[in-house]
């Protein structure tokens, strides 16, 4: 009993400590349930959260979240009927819900995608044909299609280039797709878009392709990439330049969202660095592995002996940090240097600090006697006192 007295009495001190803290709430709202139907008689059901407001008073637009967690609009969850199959309704039903929304009595006549993850995701889908009405497009963390290793992979060898349009892999994917293309939707959006990612985000390669090709076309594009990882990146640290971007292009207010396009972190320096444009004007430097095992700046000897390793499948690499759902980020990977199934190469103190401003890339000549094997590669910072810490890595 004196426990449960003692932690509802620290509760309650909590409690009344983030009172005095929190400012008092400023905004009331209602939450009504929407059934959406779509055109093949399946209902959704969706959420239509409604600020109170007087009534000379009316709405800039609505914020418009697709995604399959909770009441978002999508089938087979949260209350929706049908059945949910990744990828495969995000087109057609979110441009029902479009066409349903302009024809109830609270709808401002504008609105603006947003939606981190899965739920950013789902709007490049409305993006590929984007609605009249649709004003701008908040994406957090988001992947635009599902690559990097497989048959994307063999796609970059030119050599393969007649096996490849021989066979019949894009037939078979076109039928699986039911003919709808892709990866339209960055050649089509035409709307304000506001990227956001992480340096340890398992999409950051992604979302920089894409900021590059929707820039490319002459659209208004905003970047921002900090220290942080996937959930990191799409979390409440967020909101307040989405607050921004959307006070610019939603309500039309005559301020300037941030002078230069792009926000990144330079994890080193431990500095924000705003820039024109991403990647900024950059010196290519080459490395390479050498022979005894370390990594520099001249050209290794043609003679010079492979290194090896084995793998034990019974006693795995682990994995430590980096851009992945879980355990990610940047931490000490010390403990590589002392597996035997790690080759590493340590290069000669640096004398001056280097700033890697784009994305490392790593040519590698290997084999293996089993079948298929994918090599991981690691780019890490020793610092003075030997510790080791992830820069940033591939396979």
């Known amino acids: 009993m004196a426990s449960t007295d003692s932690s509802e009495w620290l509760e309650a001190r909590i409690m009344e400590n983030l009172a005095k803290i929190l400012s008092p709430e400023e905004n009331t709202y209602t939450v009504s349930e929407e059934r959406i139907l779509m055109p093949d008689g399946i209902k959704l059901a969706a959420d239509f959260y409604q600020p109170d407001m007087p009534a000379d008073c009316k709405p800039y637009g609505l914020i418009y979240v697709l995604g399959p967690y909770g009441r978002k609009v999508f089938r087979g969850t949260g209350g929706s009927e049908g059945t949910f199959v990744v990828a495969m309704t995000e087109q057609a039903d ?19 995608t947003f939606g981190p993850s899965y739920l950013g995701y ?20 988001r992947q635009d299609e599902a690559n990097g290793g497989g048959i994307s992979s063999i796609l970059e060898l030119r050599k393969l280039k007649s096996v490849i349009e021989a066979a019949p892999l894009f037939d078979a994917t076109e039928r699986f797709l039911d003919g709808k293309a892709p990866r339209r939707h960055l050649d089509l959006v035409n709307v304000p878009l506001l990227l956001r990612s992480g340096w340890y985000d398992t999409l950051t390669a992604q979302t920089l392709a894409a900021y590059a090709r929707v820039r490319g076309r002459g659209i208004k594009v905003y970047l921002t990439v900090g220290p942080s990882t996937h959930t990191e990146a799409c979390g409440p640290n967020a909101l307040p330049e989405v607050f921004d971007f959307l006070d610019e292009y939603v309500a039309g207010r005559k301020k300037v969202h941030r002078p230069l396009s792009v926000k990144v972190f ?8 705003a820039l024109p444009s991403w990647p900024p004007a950059t010196e290519e430097r080459t490395f390479h592995l050498q022979g005894d095992m370390t990594v520099g700046a001249q050209t290794p000897a043609a003679d010079s ?91």
Not at 94 to 112: D, I, L, M, N
Not at 325 to 340: C, E, I, K, P
Request: aromatic share 10%; with cysteine; hydrophobic share 35%.
């Open 94 to 112: 979110p441009q029902a819900v479009v066409r349903w929304r302009r024809e109830q009595p609270w709808y401002p006549g504008k609105f603006v």
């Open 122 to 141: 789902v709007q490049w889908a409305l993006l590929r044909d984007p609605p009249e009405d649709l004003m701008a497009s908040v994406n957090l963390c």
């Open 266 to 273: 330079v994890t080193g320096a431990e500095e924000w660095r």
């Open 305 to 395: 002996p492979p290194a090896s390793f084995t793998y034990d499948p019974h006693n795995t690499t682990p994995t430590v940090g980096g851009p992945r759902q879980a355990r990610s980020g940047r931490v000490d990977d010390s403990v590589f240097a002392s597996r035997s199934d790690v080759l590493v190469y340590p290069s000669a103190p640096l004398n001056e600090d280097v700033e890697v401003m784009s994305m490392p890339a790593v040519q590698l000549g290997h084999s293996t006697d089993v079948p298929y094997a994918d090599p991981w590669i690691r780019l890490s910072e020793v610092d003075t006192d030997g510790v080791s810490h992830n820069l940033t890595e591939n396979w």
